[in-house]
C-alpha cells in the first residue's frame, strides 16, 4: 500500500471544501470523514451496511452511509461516492474505485497522480432503433 497526498477541492450539495486527500492504493472504496460529509452533501444510508479493512491487521470499519461529490484536481472535474466513515483518521481517502473510473494513474517516484484528460470529457452517444432511424 503506498498513498499519495493531494489537495483538491470538494463539491456537495450543501458546499465546497479544500481539503488534503490522500490517493491510497490500498483502499478499496473511497472514504470521507462524517462531519465533513455532513459539512458538503446529503448523505444517503446505505441499502446494507459495508464492513472495510484497514490498514492495520484485523481491524475493521463500517459504513452506513454515503454521499455523492463533485472534486476538482488540476483543473479536472470529477464525480463519485463516498462511503461516511464516523472517526476516519483522515479526512478524505481517494479509492481503487474511484481511481479506476476516472483512469488515474499513480507514480510514487514523482508522488503524482496522472490524469488522462481524454476521461474527463462528456461524450454522448446515440442510440439507433432497429431499422437504423434517429429518434427525435
Not at 490500498?26 to 479493512?53: F, H, N, Q, W
Not at 470499519?61 to 463516498?82: I, K, P, Q
Not at 466513515?85 to 479509492?95: A, D, F, V
Not at 488515474?104 to 461524450?123: C, G, H, N, S
Request: glycine content about 8%; some cysteine; hydrophobic content about 40%.
Amino acid at each position: 500500500m503506498t498513498i499519495i497526498a493531494r489537495n483538491m477541492r470538494l463539491v456537495g450539495s450543501r458546499g465546497e471544501e479544500e481539503v488534503e486527500g490522500l490517493f491510497d492504493s490500498g483502499a478499496t472504496y473511497s472514504c470521507i470523514e462524517k462531519s465533513l460529509a455532513e459539512k458538503l452533501g446529503a448523505i444517503d444510508v446505505l441499502p446494507e451496511p459495508m464492513r472495510l479493512g484497514t490498514a492495520k491487521e484485523g481491524e475493521s470499519v463500517e459504513a452506513r452511509e454515503r454521499v455523492s461529490l463533485n472534486f476538482h484536481l488540476d483543473g479536472y472535474r470529477f464525480s463519485d461516492e463516498f462511503m461516511v466513515i464516523p472517526g476516519l483518521s483522515e479526512r478524505l481517502i481517494i479509492g481503487a474505485t474511484t481511481m479506476q473510473k476516472w483512469r488515474f494513474k499513480l507514480d510514487f517516484e514523482r508522488e503524482e497522480v496522472i490524469i488522462d484528460p481524454r476521461v474527463t470529457k462528456l461524450r454522448l452517444l446515440w442510440t439507433f432503433p432497429a431499422g437504423g432511424a434517429l429518434l427525435s
